[in-house]
């Protein structure tokens, strides 16, 4: 069957721009992760949502991160007046949380460099 | 503060031989360990996983060993072949927490001829 999908593939804008990230997860996968992939920071969770609850926030790096996930399937990663640091890997992944395991299965990324 | 430990950054293996590389923790609440394999331009992908209550797992030539009392786990690639070099990330995450993978730095394999 279809993995997850992001789109688009590569993104370069400039600074102070938006831009939007989309993710497709797998059909019928309850949870869905963003991650971002940086030469300086590893692999670090971005922001986690579960069904109808409130999604975790915790690990935006700054308020010019936002998420939404409409109708419980595709996602947007937001980024609001980019900067240079914004530029990295985003990754997100979807798992059938609390159901046979914890298996998060990741995108190809959106690779996003900020000029 | 980093939360999962992983070594070696880089690690050159001749073909058939061994790989090893080693993660540790440090918070006792991780309830789950897997190692993803990365390949250039694509996502991570699972390779194998394991849970607290088991030493040791086993599927085909990847073996996780697991020691909670040391708060670490290895994984172990045996008959290494060239189409294993890839960069190795281990992760922990717990059920509490939503899953959410906490990573470890990465290693770089390279598997010589």
């Known amino acids: 069957g279809a993995g997850v999908s992001q789109s688009p593939s590569n993104k370069v804008t400039e600074k102070g721009k938006d831009v939007e990230l989309r993710c497709d997860p797998i059909?019928?996968?309850?949870?869905l992760y963003w991650y971002r992939q940086s030469l300086g920071q590893g692999l670090e969770f971005l922001i986690y949502?579960?069904?109808?609850?409130?999604?975790?926030k915790s690990g935006l790096p700054s308020d010019r991160f936002s998420a939404e996930r409409t109708g419980g399937s595709v996602s947007t990663l937001t980024i609001q007046r980019t900067q240079q640091e914004d530029s990295a890997v985003y990754l997100c992944?979807?798992?059938?949380f609390g159901q046979g395991g914890n298996e998060q299965f990741f995108g190809p990324g959106t690779r996003l460099t900020v000029l | 503060q980093q939360q999962v430990k992983q070594s070696p950054q880089s690690l050159i293996v001749q073909k058939g031989g061994i790989s090893i590389i080693n993660c540790a923790y440090e918070?006792?609440?991780?309830?789950?360990f897997p190692w993803y394999q990365q390949f250039p331009g694509k996502g991570p992908a699972l390779l194998i996983a394991?849970?607290?209550?088991?030493s040791e797992k086993k599927e085909g030539r990847f073996t996780i060993s697991f020691n909670k009392s040391a708060k670490q786990f290895s994984l172990h690639i045996m008959d290494s072949q060239p189409g294993d070099s890839a960069t190795y990330f281990c992760?922990?995450?717990?059920?509490?927490?939503?899953?959410?993978?906490?990573f470890g730095t990465g290693t770089q394999l390279k598997v010589e001829l």
């Open positions: 992944a979807s798992s059938l």
């Open positions: 059909s019928g996968h309850t949870a």
């Open positions: 949502f579960q069904g109808n609850s409130a999604p975790d």
């Open positions: 918070n006792t609440a991780f309830d789950y």
């Open positions: 394991i849970r607290p209550d088991v």
């Open positions: 992760a922990a995450s717990y059920s509490g927490g939503g899953n959410k993978l906490t």
